[in-house]
T-cell receptor, first 113, second 112 residues
Framework: DAGVIQSPRHEVTEMGQEVTLRCKPI?????LFWYRQTMMRGLELLIY????????DSGMPEDRFSAKMPNASFSTLKIQPSEPRDSAVYFC???????????FGDGTRLSIL | SQQGEEDPQALSIQEGENATMNCSYK?????LQWYRQNSGRGLVHLIL?????REKHSGRLRVTLDTSKKSSSLLITASRAADTASYFC????????????FGQGTRLTINP
């Protein structure tokens, strides 16, 4: 079975550029989560969706960050404009139901120069 | 604010020994989960223990939960080099249990 698929795996771009991260959850999973992992702050939940609807975006750091889920098999996390402090590993995860384990992709390592 | 705090932050043991990691949390939970993360990879779910359970086993893993002390432990028995990874506890609150709050993790190194 295919797991959660994220692209790209690595992204290096200059400050001010728009960055788009992509995620394909496991088929049949109702929940999709976006996390950010840094050494300083650990793993932080940015936003999560239930049946394609954003439920809680309280972790999104600023208006520069936006996330969409146009259908059950695809989600994007966009940063515009990007800043060096956005450098981190961004993970997407999905789960079938509430109270169930989450399945993580291998992440996108983002470097903003 | 951090809900789960792991202890120790780093642990180095010899292959074949047992490894114990602890997690403390602050508020009432629906369940607590343990995840493993290998370098450069995503987190992998290991085990979920519900608030009404006290102990759970999965292969060489044993998890305990003490809700009165708001703490959990993960024991890996007969450790192997392949167990080298970071281990995270994650708590699901009673309200909004689909949302997990992760601790900072324990970095486990198994020396051959």
């Amino acid at each position: 079975d295919a797991g959660v698929i994220q692209s790209p795996r690595h992204e290096v771009t200059e400050m001010g550029q728009e960055v788009t991260l992509r995620c394909k959850p496991i088929s049949g999973h109702d929940y999709l989560f976006w996390y950010r992992q840094t050494m300083m702050r650990g793993l932080e939940l940015l936003i999560y969706f239930n049946n394609n609807v954003p439920i809680d975006d309280s972790g999104m750091p600023e208006d520069r960050f936006s996330a969409k889920m146009p259908n059950a098999s695809f989600s994007t996390l966009k940063i515009q404009p990007s800043e060096p402090r956005d450098s981190a590993v961004y993970f997407c995860a999905s789960s079938q139901y509430s109270n169930q384990p989450q399945h993580f992709g291998d992440g996108t390592r983002l470097s903003i120069l | 604010s951090q809900q789960g705090e792991e202890d120790p932050q780093a642990l180095s043991i010899q292959e074949g020994e047992n490894a114990t990691m602890n997690c403390s949390y602050k508020t009432s939970i629906n369940n607590l989960q343990w995840y493993r993360q290998n370098s450069g990879r995503g987190l992998v779910h290991l085990i979920l223990i519900r608030s009404n359970e006290r102990e759970k086993h999965s292969g060489r893993l044993r998890v305990t939960l003490d809700t009165s002390k708001k703490s959990s432990s993960l024991l890996i028995t007969a450790s192997r080099a392949a167990d080298t990874a970071s281990y995270f506890c994650a708590t699901a609150l009673i309200q909004g249990a689909q949302k997990l709050v992760f601790g900072q993790g324990t970095r486990l190194t198994i020396n051959p």
